[in-house]
């Protein structure tokens, strides 16, 4: 993991974060927390359905409105973020919440690609109405990603004070 942090801050995107001024971390964070919000916010709102909140609600039309909000979100936060770790990649790898939000990253990422490829979320993409098996198991699909995308932000919040 040193060599390969070590290789990004090296890396051009590292010297161009580092030589593009004073405001360009700052720039770079407001960003990331910006498509944190637009990830959080829209999976906090899908995970709470899934957890059987506003039932009434069709599932499929909350997805509807929430995934895509969400992938731009992650995509906004993982280009950010890998920018701003370039910066000062080596000094980061010291940082114990770094591998806290990696590990709580990796889980909420998994998480999210096994929902997915799921039979209880096909049912969600087809409008069709999911078994009480499949409708558990996108419970525990949501509650995990509760748990893994807050603790992914904490950790990341947390690096600076560490």
């Known amino acids: ?11 051009p995107l590292g010297e161009l974060v580092r ?4 405001w360009s971390y700052g720039i770079l964070n407001a960003v990331h927390v910006i498509g944190l919000a637009a990830l959080f916010g829209a999976i906090v709102v899908l995970d709470l ?4 909140w506003r039932a009434a609600r069709p599932l499929h039309e909350v997805a509807a409105g929430t995934v895509p909000i969400a992938a731009i979100g992650l995509a906004v936060a993982a280009v950010t973020g890998l920018a701003m770790l370039s910066s000062n ?14 590990a709580a990253l990796a889980v909420g ?9 799921s039979r ?10 999911a078994s009480s098996g499949d409708r558990r198991r996108l419970a525990m699909g949501g509650a995990l990603s509760l748990v893994a995308w807050i603790a992914t932000i ?4 947390l690096m ?3």
Do not use: C, I, T
């Open 19 to 22: 030589g593009a001024g004073v």
């Open 160 to 162: 600076g004070y560490a």
């Open 49 to 52: 359905r899934l957890l059987g």
């Open 120 to 129: 209880a979320w096909r049912a969600v993409r087809e409008r069709r109405d």
């Open 109 to 117: 990422l998994l998480n999210l690609l096994l929902l997915h490829r």
């Open 154 to 157: 904490v950790a990341g919040r």
């Open 89 to 102: 990649a080596r000094d980061y790898v010291r940082n114990p919440f770094l591998l806290v939000k990696f």
């Open 1 to 11: 993991m040193n060599a390969l942090l070590g290789a990004l801050q090296d890396s």
